[in-house]
C-alpha cells in the first residue's frame, strides 16, 4: 500500500571505501528499476574485480519499497547483506542496489567487524550519492466517445498528467501518466463523463 506520494532514490552511480585491518571494502551503489538492471550490474562488477574474496549486496525497488534483499555471498549469515540493506532503509531509499566488494587483507575481523566494514562501506557510498525525490505515477489508459474529447483533454490538463500515447478509432484511448497525488480528482470528476472508461495500468 502507498502512503506516501512520492519516494527517493539516488540520481547517479556512486563509490565508497573501507578499511580495516588489511581488508578492503569497495562500495558500489548504483540506481536500478528492475532486477535485470540488477543481475546485469552484479555480472558487470563480478568481472571487473575477478580476485576479489566476496561480492556482497543488497538492493530495494518499488516506490514502496516492498521488494528488497541482502546477500552475504560467502561471509557469516547476516553479516555483510543485512549490514548493507540496512543502510538503505535508513535513509529509506528504494530503485538502488548497493554492491561491497571485499579484498580480503590476512587478518580475521569477526563478525562483528565485518558488520561494522559492510554498513560503514555502504555508508560512505551513499554519502556520495546524490539523492533525489521523485513523485509516484500511476497510468491509466482512458476510453471515450468524440463527443467527450474536449471534456477528457481539459481533465488531462488540468490534472498535469503526461499523455504516453493517443489512438483514435471507433472507441478513442489516451494512455497517460498522472502524479498520485492528483489521481483521486481526476477519478472522481471522470465519473461525470458516463461514457468514458478508466483503466489501471501499473504505478512507477
Not at 19 to 48: C, M, Q
Request: glycine residues 4%.
Amino acid at each position: 500500500m502507498l502512503f506516501s506520494d512520492s519516494y527517493f532514490t539516488i540520481k547517479q552511480e556512486a563509490e565508497g571505501i573501507f578499511k580495516d585491518r588489511g581488508s578492503k571494502f569497495l562500495a558500489f551503489a548504483y540506481p536500478v528499476n528492475n532486477e535485470a538492471e540488477i543481475k546485469e550490474r552484479l555480472t558487470v562488477l563480478k568481472k571487473e574485480h575477478p580476485s576479489a574474496n566476496h561480492h556482497c549486496y543488497a538492493w530495494r525497488l518499488g516506490a514502496d519499497g516492498q521488494a528488497y534483499r541482502a546477500n552475504d555471498d560467502g561471509e557469516p549469515s547476516n553479516s555483510a547483506g543485512k549490514p548493507i540493506l540496512a543502510q538503505i532503509q535508513s535513509k529509506d531509499l528504494t530503485n538502488i542496489l548497493i554492491v561491497v566488494v571485499r579484498y580480503f587483507g590476512g587478518t580475521l575481523l569477526g563478525v562483528s567487524g565485518l558488520i561494522n566494514a559492510y554498513k560503514l562501506a555502504a555508508a560512505d557510498a551513499i554519502a556520495k550519492c546524490v539523492i533525489e525525490e521523485r513523485f509516484i505515477l500511476f497510468e491509466y489508459k482512458i476510453e471515450f466517445s468524440f463527443e467527450d474529447m474536449n471534456a477528457v483533454m481539459k481533465l488531462l490538463k488540468d490534472t498535469d498528467s503526461k499523455i504516453i500515447s493517443q489512438d483514435y478509432k471507433e472507441t478513442n484511448s489516451i494512455t497517460f501518466r498522472i502524479k498520485k497525488q492528483n489521481s483521486n480528482e481526476l477519478e472522481k470528476d471522470i465519473k461525470n463523463l458516463y461514457r468514458t472508461k478508466l483503466h489501471y495500468i501499473k504505478t512507477i
